[in-house]
């Protein structure tokens, strides 16, 4: 069931409008990403998105978007130590990791079987040197002294909003390293934005990078926030699971 020619073409030409090299063992690669995760999708819900399309857009285009800010594009073509918070079915780590084999990058989620999956896609698409599985609740990893101010980016396409997602993401990232959200629609972002300036501040984060654009094939609107860790976090911080989701820092 691998992507269609014309969807791979389209993949293609969207990965290189990001100025990436999408050569054909790129290709390749997400085309047998693309039947792993479908065929796994029918006995775990993984992605409720499955039309070849929409997944060559808003799973693997989507989760390359993070390279629209040039600083982060040279961090991960450097080799640097990546955090993929809140993983899910291994956006945007894995897409990240094809492009980017140098990354070493850590898979962070709550829920093992995911993981497992995560594990087993590495290994089938050749790209497990460098990456690391870690089921872990993002309050607890950022108080793990093996983790907490060692990546040097931590990336998260999670749904939480921009205050609670700073408290999971910036207590991993060493001073001068950078926190990308990557999130929806402009308004909402703006917003979102302006509520979490304190918590970024408390967290020793500064918004640095921030940019709007809208998915190919009108298949959504997006925006990448980009903030640098420019003191090290309070202890304290993140709080006791549940807290950063229930009590947002304002």
Do not use: W
Not at 109 to 130: C, F, P
Not at 212 to 236: A, H
């Amino acid at each position: 069931m691998a992507l269609s020619a014309p969807v791979l073409a389209e993949l293609k030409t969207n990965i290189e409008s990001l100025g990436l090299p999408a050569d054909e063992d790129v290709l390749q690669k997400f085309s047998q990403l693309f039947d792993l995760l479908i065929a796994k999708n029918e006995v775990m819900n993984l992605t409720a998105i499955t039309d070849e399309k929409e997944v060559a857009i808003k799973h693997f285009y989507d989760s390359l978007t993070l390279v629209k800010d040039r600083k982060v594009m040279e961090l991960l073509q450097s080799g640097c130590r990546v955090c993929d918070l809140g993983t899910g079915a291994g956006f945007p780590g894995i897409p990240i990791k094809i492009m980017f084999p140098k990354a070493e990058i850590t898979f962070v989620d709550s829920v093992q079987k995911k993981l497992t999956y995560i594990d087993e896609i590495l290994t089938a698409l050749g790209i497990h040197e460098g990456c690391t599985i870690c089921h872990s609740r993002a309050e607890d990893l950022g108080h793990d002294p093996a983790s907490r101010e060692t990546f040097a980016l931590v990336t998260s396409r999670a749904v939480a909003n921009l205050s609670t997602l700073s408290e999971y993401c910036l207590p991993l990232v060493k001073v001068g390293g950078y926190f990308t959200a990557m999130k929806g629609d402009k308004v909402q972002t703006e917003s979102e934005i302006t509520s979490a300036q304190k918590a970024l501040s408390l967290l020793g984060g500064k918004l640095v990078f921030q940019q709007s654009f809208d998915l190919p094939e009108e298949m959504g609107e997006r925006t990448i926030v980009t903030v640098r860790k420019i003191k090290s976090t309070p202890k304290k911080f993140p709080r006791k699971a549940g807290l950063p989701s229930k009590e947002p820092l304002k």
